[in-house]
């Protein structure tokens, strides 16, 4: 494709912040930390069941999927956020279609959503204003539970024009989120990212399903920015874009019992594509399965990085790749639609990479990809126990090194391709 520059160019930004699957066009305004600031009016709402119970049916929500909810869940919320100890909005069984929630903090006691039923993100573009759907923003001890779904009904969007694709909303974000735990639920057909983690630290996320086609665009599992000490547990993901893409500003993050596919795997990035990003450090993933995905554990560093950032201590072990285009890649010059102008000008420092017992099976010959840039090489990679193989015919599995610097033990020869 042949983007003229000028008139299309914003366009084009805003398509490759798409693509780097990070979400700036979400972020709140606001980027400072929440001043403690007083809690709402304990508003003695009719929701209020019994034991701190906010039940959205008691103040009038219809559970027939059709009827817009929005302003009985943001009662539900107003009235639990605003209620001193242990307080549970609660969405049971049912279908509940619902616009934009704005679930703002603080609150004055710790707030539960218990989601039973399925919530459905209305089809009508225009109400999010270019924002996500449900808010979840400067609340601290927030629990969301249930066996319930969070359907954002996708397939409205899937088909339409890229360009207008930065536009479609997050399904569920949490911005300023200070420890949390998200367990349990599904998330199904998000219109953009399931889930998009900001400016928060300590959250718990375990449990989860999270399901789109293969063919969906952009719709990443779990996207985490800005963040620190997130820990993804025990959740099953297959999206059209990356289960998991960790961002700038990332540290302690810890990925483990995670399987994806289909999906482009488990990516740390992209990095440097933002003026104000963060450096990476201290991200595990261990303990994972990557089924038919594009790729499988993947650095990615944007080719004309404006920034100059560093990804560091990344730890990749005991994964099993099934059929994986693309099992262990380091790629310093990803630039996704193609209008990088210098080439191989990375300002992104890659370093201390491990990638132990990984095993399994690539679909295509070059099962490791190590290509770093001739500016930045990548250092202190290790390959230890990586023995994956292309698993068609008439080729052989090899590994590709591009001024990639470190050590191999216990590898495949053929994969031990490091200077
Ligand atoms: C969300 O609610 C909070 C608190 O009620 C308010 O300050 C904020 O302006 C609201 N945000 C939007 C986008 O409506
Ligand atoms: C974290 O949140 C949970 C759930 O609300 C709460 O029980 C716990 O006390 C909180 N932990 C801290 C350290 O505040
Ligand atoms: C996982 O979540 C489901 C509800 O979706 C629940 O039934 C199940 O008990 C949970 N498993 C664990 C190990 O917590
Ligand atoms: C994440 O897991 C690590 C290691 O088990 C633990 O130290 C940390 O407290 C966990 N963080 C959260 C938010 O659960
Ligand atoms: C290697 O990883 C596999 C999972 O892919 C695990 O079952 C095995 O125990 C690991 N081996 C070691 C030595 O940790
Ligand atoms: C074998 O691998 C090489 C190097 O990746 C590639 O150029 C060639 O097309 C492959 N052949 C087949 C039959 O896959």
């Not at 001193?84 to 539960?112: H, M, R, Y």
């Not at 993100?121 to 001890?141: E, F």
């Amino acid at each position: 494709m042949i983007m003229a520059f000028g008139k299309n160019a914003r366009k084009v930004l805003l398509v490759l912040m798409v693509m780097c699957a990070t979400s700036t066009a979400k972020r709140p305004a606001a980027k400072e930390e929440a001043a403690p600031a007083p809690a709402p009016e304990a508003g003695a709402s009719e929701a209020s069941g019994a034991r701190g119970i906010f039940d959205i049916t008691n103040v009038g929500a219809t559970s027939d999927g059709k009827t817009d909810c929005s302003k009985e869940l943001q009662e539900a919320w107003k009235s639990a956020c605003g209620a001193a100890g242990q307080a549970t909005v609660l969405i049971p069984k049912g279908e509940f279609l619902a616009g934009p929630l704005n679930f703002s903090g603080p609150c004055k006691g710790d707030v539960t959503i218990h989601i039973d039923g399925t919530l459905l993100g209305t089809n009508d573009l225009p109400k999010y204003n270019g924002g996500s759907w449900i808010n979840i923003l400067k609340v601290n001890n927030l629990v969301i539970t249930g066996s319930g779904t969070i359907d954002g009904q996708g397939a409205n969007v899937y088909t339409k024009d890229p360009a207008e694709a930065k536009a479609f909303p997050n399904s569920l974000v949490l911005d300023f989120v200070k420890n949390g735990t998200v367990s349990g639920i599904t998330l199904l057909n998000s219109k953009f990212f399931h889930m998009n983690i900001y400016m928060s630290e300590d959250v718990k996320i375990e449990n989860l399903t999270i399901t789109a086609p293969g063919d969906s665009p952009n719709t990443d599992g779990i996207h985490i920015g800005d963040s620190t000490n997130i820990n993804v547990t025990d959740t099953t993901i297959g999206t059209g874009d990356d289960c998991i893409s960790i961002g700038g500003g990332s540290s302690h993050i810890i990925v483990t019992g995670v399987t994806c596919g289909p999906g482009q795997g488990i990516s740390v990035g992209c990095l440097g594509r933002y003026k104000d990003e963060k450096d990476v450090s201290d991200v595990t993933v261990k303990d994972c399965v990557l089924r038919s995905s594009t790729n499988g554990v993947r650095v990615k560093t944007y080719e004309n990085a404006v920034k100059s950032i560093t990804a560091s201590k990344l730890t990749f072990e005991n994964i099993k790749m099934e059929d994986v285009a693309n099992p262990i890649i380091i790629d310093q010059n990803y630039c996704p639609e193609k209008v990088c102008t210098a080439k191989s000008k990375s300002a992104v420092t890659v370093k201390d990479v491990i990638f132990r017992n990984i095993t399994g099976t690539s679909s295509t010959p070059a099962a490791v990809s190590l290509l770093c840039s001739d500016k930045q090489p990548c250092s202190g990679v290790e390959l230890i126990d990586v023995n994956v193989e292309y698993s068609g015919e008439n080729n052989k599995t090899i590994g590709v090194c591009n001024n990639a610097k470190g050590t191999a033990k216990d590898t495949l020869q053929a994969l031990a391709c490091l200077a």
